[in-house]
Each structure stands twice: as structure tokens, then as C-alpha cells.
């Protein structure tokens, strides 16, 4: 049986997360338990009332996997002797390809405003493969899609459901990208001169639009490799921009580390509100977040291989007509919703038309008549 493939992703995402998560309570035990019994979370605030701090995200739970406990060939291969910086630099961005379970993990830490009180945490949980989109010396492309299999009440198991998920690009000393400016604007902007061997990592949305952009270098240890980015500015994630209208950009950095068995990214931001003339104007709060990619064994991903060997040739056109967007115009103001269809459903709906040939000139000249609906071009 085909999967299902979900286009209300909103809704989709809604059902998948971390339904194992302790309370939060008051006052605390000798052996950090709440007075009631209930465990508390590192970074979780001890004294705030256990309704208040109950972690948000999803309430399933997913099948059992195989967590994989060996050092992955791509992990060996990165640990060869005799290689350039650069092709160990490629080794570790193509070692985040493959099957993993991944954990997400976000928290308010610090507060700055006058009778601050924190946002509830963030939990969620996926089942994912990351496939090699394309990969040469100065590019490398990899595309994310969630296999997300669930149990009904009765533990028996439910059909699969299968999400397009983000797109990372990384470019070897690129030496401009796009940013993000607040109000839905982006503009181009140089890499700083002085940079050398960097990687520009550009996160893309579900529906391949720019999530954010930043220059980093790796760099590789005996037993792990990490890349670290410059501050970036980016539009708040469907996380925050579902139940926060406080605030109107995150600012800040990104650590991806590469182990023996997965990789793990750090993000360190800023919630900032701008002033009329898209200036930061206050900041409300330091949030932490944690993604975990562990590997696994033994999943049935057929349902995603399915959909994306069904869908690459629209997602490639959508990939090109980005390319040549990034690639003409320095300015551009970017909306999730037009004539109230948001973009990824819009075009999640074309990716799945059956019998379209996406390498005809009209077809692509349709997908941009669409986008023109979404992104314009400030003169």
C-alpha cells in the first residue's frame, strides 16, 4: 500500500512528538525530584508551576528502532589519514546522509524583559532519511524526508506517513548569500573578506524557500568534526510563528558535530522584535535548541524512497528556479500565504500531479507564474 503522503503538513507535524516528557513542578528533592514525585529537566526552570513548563510538540510515539552502536563507513571514510582539509570538510557534510532517529529539543534559558515569564519548552521526534541530492567539490546537496511510523491505540501499527522535510545546500567559499532582513525581505550580502576554506550552509523549507543562510568553517579532531556558523538572522520556525506573535526574528548561530554513530546540531538564538525601520529594537529571550540525529537499522523507508523518486523532477525544477532567483535579483520579499494557500501546500499539490514533464519549458514557466504569487522583487 502507497503511503500516505501528507499535504496539510501543519497538521501532519502536529501529530508527530515526544509524548515521554516529566512535569515540571516547584520544589525540589535532594534527588531532584518535585515534591509530588515528578522529574525535572536540565535548563528546565525548577520554580515555575508544572502546567506552566509542560514541554510542547506532539503527543505519539513511534515504532521501536535499531539504534545503530558501530562507527558508520561514512564515519571511517572521514577518519582516513592523507586528506585535504577540504575533502575531509566534504567527508563530514556528506557523513549527515542516511537513515536516523532525531530528537528536537528547544528551551527558553534566559529571560530579558521586565516580568519575564518563560515560553513552555519545545519537544518533538522524527524518523528520517537524509539522501545525497548532488554532490561535486564546491556543492553539496542533501534533502531531508520524515518516515514517520506510529502505533494506534492498540499498539497495532499505522500506515506510514511520508514528509518532504528541509533541505540543507553547502557551498565551498561562496562568496555572497542571501540573508534574511525581517518584514520577509532578504537581500544579498558579501561573505566577510577575510574568510577562507568556509562553507555556506543554506537551510531551505519543506517547500525549498530560504530558511537561512551562514558562513562557517569546520574543523576535525581526532574523534569528532564540527562546523560552527557566524550570527545569522532567520525567520521565526512554524514552532514559534503557530503560537508567538511577540516577536519577529530569531538571531543567531548554529554548531552541526559529526560522531561515530550520527551528528547532533546546536542552535544558540535571539528572540528579537524589530522597530519600525526593521532595526532590533528589544530582545525577549535566549533560547537553546538540541537536534540529535542517531542511526538506525532495519527501518522500512521504501515509502519515502518511493515519493521522492516520484517527486525529484518537480523538486529539481523548484531547486533550479531558486537558483536563477538567488542568481538575479539581490532584493526579494518572500510570503508563506497567498490568496490564502500557504507556499508548501501549493506546491507539495504540484509535486504530485501525475503525468506532468517538468523538463517541459511550459510546465517550468508555470511554476513560475505560481511562485510569482509568493516572491516579489522590490525595485
Request: hydrophobic letters at 35%; proline letters at 5%; charged letters at 25%.
Amino acid at each position: 500500500m502507497r503511503a500516505a503522503f501528507v499535504v496539510a503538513l501543519g497538521a501532519a507535524l502536529a501529530l508527530v512528538g515526544s509524548a515521554g516528557v516529566s512535569g515540571y513542578g516547584p520544589a525540589q528533592t535532594e534527588d531532584n525530584e518535585t515534591e509530588d514525585g515528578e522529574r525535572q529537566y536540565t535548563y528546565s526552570w525548577q520554580y515555575a508551576a508544572a502546567s506552566d513548563m509542560a514541554p510542547r510538540g506532539g503527543t505519539t510515539r513511534g515504532t521501536d528502532v535499531v539504534l545503530v552502536t558501530q562507527p558508520s563507513p561514512a564515519w571511517l571514510r572521514l577518519q582516513e589519514p592523507g586528506l585535504s582539509k577540504k575533502e575531509r570538510d566534504r567527508r563530514a557534510i556528506l557523513s549527515m546522509a542516511g537513515p536516523y532517529r532525531t530528537s528536537f529539543d528547544f528551551i527558553e534559558t534566559v529571560g530579558f524583559t521586565e516580568g519575564y515569564t518563560p515560553s513552555n519548552p519545545y519537544q518533538s521526534w522524527g524518523t528520517e532519511y537524509v539522501y545525497v541530492v548532488s554532490q561535486g567539490p564546491d556543492l553539496i546537496q542533501l534533502q531531508h524526508i520524515l518516515v514517520m511510523e506510529m502505533q494506534d491505540e492498540d499498539g497495532s501499527p499505522m500506515e506510514p506517513i511520508v514528509v518532504k522535510h528541509w533541505r540543507q545546500d553547502w557551498m565551498f567559499e561562496a562568496p555572497t548569500m542571501h540573508t534574511f532582513k525581517g518584514n520577509r525581505e532578504w537581500e544579498k550580502q558579501a561573505v566577510k573578506a577575510d574568510r577562507r576554506e568556509h562553507w555556506v550552509q543554506a537551510v531551505y523549507q519543506v517547500d525549498d524557500s530560504p530558511r537561512y543562510m551562514a558562513a562557517g568553517e569546520w574543523r576535525h579532531t581526532a574523534n569528532f568534526s564540527s562546523w560552527e556558523s557566524d550570527e545569522t538572522w532567520r525567520p521565526l520556525p512554524r514552532r514559534e510563528f503557530s503560537v508567538r506573535q511577540d516577536y519577529d526574528v530569531l538571531v543567531g548561530t548554529n554548531h552541526h558535530t559529526i560522531t561515530p554513530t550520527g551528528w547532533v546540531q546546536e542552535e544558540h538564538n535571539l528572540k528579537v522584535v524589530l522597530n519600525g525601520r526593521g532595526e532590533a529594537a528589544e530582545v525577549l529571550a535566549r533560547e537553546n535548541g538540541l537536534a540529535r540525529y542517531e542511526r538506525i537499522a532495519d527501518f522500512n523507508w521504501q515509502p519515502g524512497d518511493d515519493y521522492w523518486e516520484r517527486t525529484k523532477p518537480f523538486w529539481a525544477t523548484v531547486r533550479a528556479y531558486w537558483s536563477e532567483t538567488f542568481a538575479s535579483h539581490d532584493n526579494m520579499v518572500i510570503a508563506k500565504r497567498a490568496d490564502g494557500v500557504n507556499m508548501f501546500m501549493t506546491l507539495f499539490q504540484m509535486a504530485e500531479q501525475p503525468g506532468i514533464d517538468w523538463a517541459d519549458e511550459s510546465e517550468q514557466k508555470n511554476l513560475e507564474e505560481v511562485m510569482a504569487r509568493y516572491v516579489e522583487f522590490p525595485r
